[in-house]
């Protein structure tokens, strides 16, 4: 496992951007694909990206619309989210995760080993 702090969320109004941030304790993150998570309020945990180690392969869920861009800095142990035209329905805690394993795009939250504590994201109308 490793450890994984997210950062970057925030109270914003439907439209605006925000960018995650995700960075691993360590030297060794380039080993890892990341993902990123989000749980509304009374809602399962559901995915939302993967990146791969390289950051040359990317998965998203449907629902995003293309809405969002997972992208990764190995140099600085960091995965970025960049979230765009953000409505009240994207309110939620948003989580890293990270894992060895392949494939990277592993969609239940149960397959990820490393988790981050969670960053808030709170999308008025």
């Known amino acids: 496992q490793v450890p994984l702090v997210e950062s970057g969320g925030g109270l914003v109004q439907a439209g605006d951007s925000l960018r995650l941030s995700c960075t691993a304790s360590g030297d060794t993150f380039r080993r890892y694909a990341g993902a990123w998570f989000r749980q509304a309020p009374d809602k399962n945990r559901e995915f939302v990206a993967a990146i791969n180690w390289d950051g040359r392969s990317t998965s998203y869920a449907d629902f995003l619309e293309g809405r969002c861009t997972i992208s990764r800095d190995n140099a600085k142990n960091s995965v970025y989210l960049q979230l765009d035209r953000l409505t009240p329905e994207d309110t939620a805690i948003y989580y890293c995760?990270?894992?060895?394993?392949?494939?990277?795009?592993?969609?239940?939250?149960?397959?990820?080993?490393?988790w981050g504590q969670g960053t808030q994201v709170t999308v008025s109308s």
């Open positions: 995760a990270a894992d060895t394993r392949s494939p990277f795009d592993r969609r239940w939250s149960g397959e990820w080993k490393s």
